[in-house]
């Protein structure tokens, strides 16, 4: 098997688990204690995929046959090494003592986040690792997940269904519409440009989308927006396709 492919199964061996995660928009990968990856969703393969300066591969220490996150600026490969070690340092006692244990759980690790891979100048992947503390001594043989890595992708342009605006807050078609406009645009101008219609009719439709959705401002009527924009997209290729 082809080391790429080794990373679409599920760390839990969870069939029905891994293909749900496939189906979300926001990039998963999971580490083992050594900071070799056991785990990546379809949407994390794909923005791996999509870049010249970043793969999984096969690792290039024995053992040979696990897979890493491998990076061709090295120093940026050292970043990742290290926030990887921070991560995962304290875990082997953690395993060993229920009263650590019970600390970790208590008082999780600070999460680390780097920048992977850069675009015109500007961050285009950003990686947010967060440990996971171990609730129990895991007791089937192999890898276990110790952390989870959430791929930023900067490069994605947001997008939301307007369907999802109206179920969730009773928007109107126009006033979806509108919420859904500021993804891409930040003026009332702007969206009346865009969507053809006056200033004053996109006032008056924003008034209603703040009153519904308990927006009080456009700051955080785009972080809403945002926010839900991760789970509005279609299903990537799961898999088992």
């Known amino acids: 098997m082809a080391p790429a492919d080794d990373v679409t199964t599920s760390a839990t ?17 999971l580490f ?10 379809a949407a994390a393969r794909r923005s791996i995929e999509q870049r010249s300066e970043i793969e999984l591969a096969a690792s290039a220490e024995p053992p040979h046959d696990r897979i890493r996150l491998q990076i061709k600026r090295s120093a940026t490969q050292l970043k990742l090494e290290r926030a990887l070690r921070a991560c995962t340092a304290p875990l082997a006692a953690t395993l060993q003592s229920p009263t650590l244990r019970a600390l970790a759980a208590r008082d999780p690790r600070p999460a680390q986040a780097l920048i992977l891979t850069y675009e015109d100048g500007q961050p285009g992947l950003i990686l947010q690792l967060s440990p996971i503390a171990p609730q129990s001594v895991p007791q089937s043989p192999g890898p276990h997940a110790c952390v989870l890595g959430v791929l930023i992708d900067r490069s994605s342009s947001a997008s939301l269904e307007p369907s999802m605006l109206r179920d969730l807050f009773g928007l ?20 009346g440009v865009m969507l ?3 200033a004053n009719t996109i006032k008056t439709h924003l ?3 703040y009153l519904k959705t308990g927006c009080t401002r456009q700051a955080q009527l785009v972080r809403l927006l945002m926010s839900l924009s991760e789970i509005s997209d279609e299903p990537g290729t799961t898999a088992g396709s």
């Open 13 to 29: 061996g969870a069939p029905l688990l891994a293909l749900a995660v496939d189906t979300l928009k926001q990039g998963l990968v």
């Open 32 to 41: 083992d204690a050594t900071g070799h990856v056991i785990g990546a969703n």
């Open 172 to 191: 109107t078609d126009a006033e979806a519409r509108v919420a859904e406009a500021y993804l891409r645009v930040d003026t009332v101008k702007e969206v």
């Open 196 to 198: 053809g219609v006056s």
């Open 207 to 209: 008034a209603a989308v």
